[in-house]
């Protein structure tokens, strides 16, 4: 076996610096350094694509990895908590509703709570039964107590908003400290060996050479390697999901710090607003084929809560995936891989799952095929069941006021999303398969957002007394309001913890 000793990251954006960061913990920590070598390649010309604010719980997993604690890491990048995701406008103009991490209700007699929610009738709103969701509403947030077993506040699930470029940032200083080297400059050219067509030396303008054994294509929409150079095709998925585009524009805080992100359906698209310490930040997603930039831009800023801070941004990507991530010697993580839209905040992890998974598969120098097909595999699959949860929110509305909106309602779907809709509506069946990101609480709190009511419940909830059922349930409700009572606001968590300077 003959080790691959140098390996070259292309690109300095959250992609990169994460991906930096993580193998220097695995590869150079103890005698490492002697062994490997780790260079990243970032130009300040290019610069990075400067969004991605708004994260799922894993990064909690992905910061403690890489020993960042955690209330430094707040400070730094003037993060904030965040609990869900609140939807406004989606299923039909005028509603609202919470994607909340974290469970809705909990079992009895061995049946997921909502069964038992959908045998009484669902009464109330499934928000009532999800602390997450009604301490968001609050505006409250404290981490959880797992001493207190039992409770829901054991088990809050929370993920952050933060400044991606001060997260860049914060992760470049671990990186280096931990033996990355950093070269600054634009790469103009890519050479590759004539046999094996594998990716050999890079060679920035100005004429230094970079040579590698193994390349880590970091270079953001630019796909510098994974597509410029290798030509990997592109799936593209825009037909299941139009937006390509986005204007983004950070605003002054106005009113209080909200621990969760609002996605607000707009004619076209929608518009996100994630709160920050010392900001907010603010996007409107379009897609192109329905509505012009300069009414987008438009709508944007009309619909600002707070003094912009500076001239809106324009974004343009396009949804879908490469067709490989992995090919030769060459790795595509982050958005040089693909891109599914900001809506669910999943690029982030995409890109920390994509790390955990290349350290798993780390080759040698004979680059079986059997590593990079099972990295291939394993991408694709991720990719397409979270494509498919982001379809569902567009799919399921009700919205008929614009031609966006009735191509979503109207479009047909995968396979794949069709099966997993029929079982919900029929009897409210939720069928997570494998170790697939989005768990049962994420896809029922979104098909009921949404409006999809299935027409029955699981047999077996029969079983369970009516009076006894009704009990529990309004036990749950209970309990949940009696939790948030006892949180404290997230502003003042914040203040007590992990104040930006
Ligand atoms: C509108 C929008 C909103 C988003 N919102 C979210 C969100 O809320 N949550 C989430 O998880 N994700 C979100 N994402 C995705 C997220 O922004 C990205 O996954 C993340 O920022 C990683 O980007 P990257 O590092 O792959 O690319 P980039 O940040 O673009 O970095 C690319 C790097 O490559 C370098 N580079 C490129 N070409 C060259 C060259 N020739 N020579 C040298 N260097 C080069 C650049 O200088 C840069 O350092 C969003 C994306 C978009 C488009």
């Known amino acids: 076996m003959r080790e691959i000793r140098r390996i070259v990251i292309v690109g300095g954006g959250t992609a990169g610096w994460m991906t930096a960061a993580a193998l220097a913990l695995r590869l150079l920590g103890k005698d490492g350094e002697a062994r490997w070598s780790l260079q990243l390649i970032e130009s300040d010309e290019i610069g990075i694509v400067g969004v991605g604010e708004a994260t799922i719980p894993p990064i909690r997993n992905f910061n403690a990895f890489i020993g960042l604690d955690e209330d430094e890491f707040l400070r730094e990048t003037g993060g904030s908590f965040k609990l869900g995701i609140e939807f406004v406008d989606w299923g039909e103009r005028g509603e609202r509703y919470m994607h909340a991490f974290g469970d809705v209700g909990r079992p009895l007699d061995a049946l997921p709570f909502h069964q038992h929610w959908l045998r009484l009738g669902a009464p109330g709103s499934l928000a009532d039964y999800s602390l997450n969701n009604q301490a968001a509403l609050a505006g409250r947030f404290m981490r959880p107590r797992p001493e207190m077993a039992g409770s829901p506040l054991a088990g809050i699930a929370y993920a952050f908003h933060f400044d991606a470029s001060r997260y860049a940032a914060l992760l470049r200083r671990h990186a280096e400290a931990a033996g990355v080297q ?47 150079a290798l030509g990997v095709p592109f799936e593209d998925w825009s037909h299941w999901l139009p937006c390509d585009r986005a204007w983004a524009v950070p605003t002054a805080s106005c009113g209080p710090l909200l621990p969760f992100t609002r996605a607000t359906a707009q004619e076209s698209g929608w518009q996100w607003r994630i709160p920050l310490q ?14 012009d930039e300069a009414t987008a831009r438009e709508t944007l800023l009309s619909q600002l809560e707070g003094e912009a801070l500076a001239e809106p941004r324009i974004i343009r990507f396009r949804t879908g995936r490469r067709r490989e991530a992995w090919v030769g010697n060459c790795v595509a993580i982050g958005l040089s891989s693909g891109f599914l839209e900001p809506l669910e905040s999943t690029s982030i992890h995409l890109i920390q799952s994509a790390i955990l998974r290349l350290i798993e598969l780390l080759p040698d120098t004979e680059f079986a095929s059997a590593n ?52 919900f509506a029929a009897a409210g069946h939720l069928d997570r398969r494998g170790q697939e990101l989005f768990s049962e609480p994420s896809w029922l709190q979104v098909f009921v957002g949404q409006g999809l009511r299935p027409r029955g419940h699981h047999p077996l909830a029969e079983l369970s007394a009516r009076p006894r059922a009704q009990a529990f349930v309004d036990d749950v409700r209970t309990v949940v309001r009696r939790c948030v009572e006892v949180m404290p606001s997230h502003a003042d968590f914040i203040a007590a913890h992990c104040a930006a300077p």
């Open 182 to 228: 950093r070269t600054e400059g634009r790469i103009a050219r890519v050479e590759r060996d004539d046999g094996s067509g594998h990716i050999r030396r890079l060679v920035l303008q100005g004429g230094q050479v970079v040579d590698g054994d193994f390349f880590i294509d970091c270079s953001g929409l630019h796909a510098l390697l994974i597509d410029k």
């Open 278 to 291: 010392h900001r907010t930040g603010n996007g409107h997603v379009f897609a192109s084929a329905f509505v």
């Open 372 to 423: 990079a097909a099972e990295y291939n595999r394993q991408f694709a699959a991720e990719m397409e069941s979270v494509r498919d949860f982001i379809i569902l929110h567009y799919k399921l509305t009700r919205r008929g006021d614009s031609p966006f909106w009735r191509h979503c309602r109207d479009m047909a779907v995968p396979e794949s999303l069709w099966a997993r809709m029929d079982l």
